[in-house]
């Protein structure tokens, strides 16, 4: 193993697309980073730090509570796309699902009458049905996940939260839904009165998870959505005992900018449970469990908010991650931050 | 309902190949027809039937014992060719699947090196998800098959031969192997020495196939591979008996033209058995459930073995069914002699 004993987190480089697995490169520091995610955003970011960082210096512990089973598929967003991004296979456009895809069997399930709301790409569908048949023979979802990426070329470690069948459910005016009913049939229009996870009681994080979390140098939570991609993996009693109690650089990313979600219902859900849209709200979310938070330049004013009455190291840079450069260097920016004494 | 009390089974009408419900029509002679088949081949027939006979009139009895799981689904290769036969959506090319078809799921399936001998059409995936879906619920494979068909526009009645699960062993000399990995995966090319129905002692026909053949004026053994396409819907005690003691017309198509079979592995299996390549051979394996044979015009020289010897009315005449309108023509001419004292 080749570990420069440089103690600055990434040199000043232009990093490399492919980082060959045995030669000292840019993130070669030693430093071992886990991150916290759910799907699009936090995939972005997941993509910028697996472009600094060799494999074993990255770990992806993704949301699975929006998982569910659909046509007798059980299906698994957030870790489809942390994968399908890794690969480089995301669809550009949608951020979730896989780029050149047809759709030639929701044609025909529409000719069915079937249930078309949730869209399944032709070429997603090899995904869904490997997973559902070694989940059927028994294997578990940390070691499918493995395969899975594995085969696809997916080199840093990409774990589920946890094996344990954990599932979001949306109490809102129109009734308790399903994950997947809430944000994808009724398109997130429904008022959320609150927000709860299956099946939370009795799951535990994987081996995998406590070991990643323990020997992690750093821990970032991705700017995914706070209610429904960082709460559930949160809302394991392990993982958070594990993170209040750490000494190591905690940083996460605002999921706001500018009042607004980049993507997807964080503001909407904020606004409806109560809370003020922004930054702020986040940060004091997971306060206990931080050291740093990442605003986005647009959220300048709220510095000194975060750094003096919640006490957390405020970290101001261009978070909205429109090109793959711009992934990469926010996620160096936040690697050099979290990095700082 | 119009029922015209012509004593003529086929009046010798141009066909039309939309058949209105309720009006008389050329196969509107009140008398009902109930087919065996396998794939292909059978549906081939049947599909000429179908466009002589009204919905009401045709009932199709289909193998499942080549039915298997892969991936997690359920496939029913012979209801699918029938059915996308009847609903006009089969590939012309294969004579199995679906027309314009795409495969990215295989593509994508490759790339996790998945099992991608069973060849699986994008558009096709919809019909397997939603019939391994409803399985799944509870729903017997006849209800299923009856939607499937239904939402796909086929009006005639095609049952599965059971609801119960039976499956095709073919003991070849490279071991034990299931109906598809001997068909598809290798091929047809181990040497057969014997083939078994797995579950038929337990398996009982459906309701309504005991009632489609009380109420059958004429029975159709449509010309399919007797061995692994009919063998298994006779090999059901019940519906064996009931064909044994009929006293309606019960007439076969040769499978096997000129000392080969039109399409699969028919005559590879009869020389693999010991049995010789001839059309007489399948009229003496179903000699005491039959009244007549049909012959192609190149086993012309057979018509008097099989009158003679077997007993059966035998017709000669075409039955490759190169054309749509030669599939119909078939069938005409099948029903017709059928229809003879």
Same mark, same amino acid.
């Given at each position: 193993?080749?570990?420069?004993?440089?103690?600055?987190?990434?040199?000043?480089?232009?990093?490399?697309?492919?980082?060959?697995?045995?030669?000292?490169?840019?993130?070669?520091?030693?430093?071992?980073?886990?991150?916290?995610?759910?799907?699009?955003?936090?995939?972005?970011?997941?993509?910028?730090?697996?472009?600094?960082?060799?494999?074993?210096?990255?770990?992806?512990?993704?949301?699975?509570?929006?998982?569910?089973?659909?046509?007798?598929?059980?299906?698994?967003?957030?870790?489809?796309?942390?994968?399908?991004?890794?690969?480089?296979?995301?669809?550009?456009?949608?951020?979730?699902?896989?780029?050149?895809?047809?759709?030639?069997?929701?044609?025909?399930?529409?000719?069915?009458?079937?249930?078309?709301?949730?869209?399944?790409?032709?070429?997603?569908?090899?995904?869904?049905?490997?997973?559902?048949?070694?989940?059927? #023979?028994?294997? !578990?979802? &940390?070691?499918?996940? $493995?395969?899975?990426?594995? /085969?696809? =070329?997916?080199?840093?470690?990409?774990?589920?939260?946890?094996?344990?069948?954990?599932?979001?459910?949306?109490?809102?005016?129109?009734?308790?839904?399903?994950?997947?009913?809430?944000?994808?049939?009724?398109?997130?229009?429904?008022?959320?009165?609150?927000?709860?996870?299956?099946?939370?009681?009795?799951?535990?994080?994987?081996?995998?998870?406590?070991?990643?979390?323990?020997?992690?140098?750093?821990?970032?939570?991705?700017?995914?959505?706070?209610?429904?991609?960082?709460?559930?993996?949160?809302?394991?009693?392990?993982?958070?005992?594990?993170?209040?109690?750490?000494?190591?650089?905690?940083?996460?990313?605002?999921?706001?900018?500018?009042?607004?979600?980049?993507?997807?219902?964080?503001?909407?859900?904020?606004?409806?449970?109560?809370? #003020?849209?922004? !930054?702020? &709200?986040?940060?004091? $979310?997971?306060?206990?469990? /931080?050291? =740093?938070?990442?605003?986005?330049?647009?959220?300048?004013?709220?510095?000194?908010?975060?750094?003096?009455?919640?006490?957390?190291?405020?970290?101001?840079?261009?978070?909205?991650?429109?090109?793959?450069?711009?992934?990469?260097?926010?996620?160096?920016?936040?690697?050099?931050?979290?990095?700082?004494?």
């Amino acid at each position: 193993m080749n570990e420069p004993t440089s103690p600055s987190l990434i040199p000043g480089q232009t990093p490399s697309q492919t980082l060959p697995a045995n030669k000292p490169s840019v993130g070669d520091s030693g430093v071992k980073v886990t991150a916290l995610l759910g799907g699009v955003g936090g995939a972005k970011l997941a993509w910028g730090l697996a472009q600094l960082l060799p494999p074993q210096h990255l770990t992806l512990i993704v949301n699975t509570a929006d998982d569910f089973e659909h046509l007798g598929l059980h299906i698994s967003p957030d870790l489809d796309t942390v994968m399908y991004t890794l690969a480089n296979l995301a669809n550009p456009q949608t951020g979730w699902g896989i780029r050149d895809e047809s759709w030639n069997m929701m044609a025909m399930l529409g000719r069915y009458a079937g249930p078309t709301w949730f869209r399944l790409g032709d070429g997603d569908l090899a995904t869904h049905l490997l997973r559902s048949s070694w989940l059927h #023979e028994g294997f !578990p979802l &940390t070691w499918i996940t $493995r395969e899975l990426c594995k /085969l696809l =070329g997916v080199r840093h470690t990409v774990l589920p939260m946890t094996d344990a069948p954990v599932r979001t459910v949306v109490d809102t005016d129109e009734g308790s839904l399903s994950f997947q009913e809430y944000f994808v049939r009724h398109q997130w229009q429904p008022i959320v009165r609150s927000i709860h996870f299956k099946g939370i009681e009795s799951a535990q994080p994987t081996q995998e998870v406590v070991a990643s979390l323990r020997a992690a140098d750093v821990i970032l939570f991705c700017p995914s959505n706070p209610f429904v991609s960082l709460d559930p993996i949160l809302a394991l009693p392990a993982i958070r005992r594990m993170l209040a109690a750490s000494r190591v650089p905690r940083v996460a990313v605002s999921p706001i900018v500018a009042g607004q979600a980049i993507k997807g219902p964080t503001a909407k859900i904020m606004r409806e449970l109560g809370l #003020e849209i922004s !930054p702020v &709200t986040v940060a004091q $979310r997971y306060r206990d469990l /931080l050291t =740093g938070f990442v605003l986005d330049r647009q959220d300048e004013a709220m510095r000194a908010t975060v750094a003096t009455e919640l006490g957390l190291h405020p970290l101001v840079t261009d978070t909205v991650m429109q090109s793959d450069a711009a992934r990469i260097q926010l996620a160096r920016q936040v690697l050099e931050f979290a990095a700082q004494p």
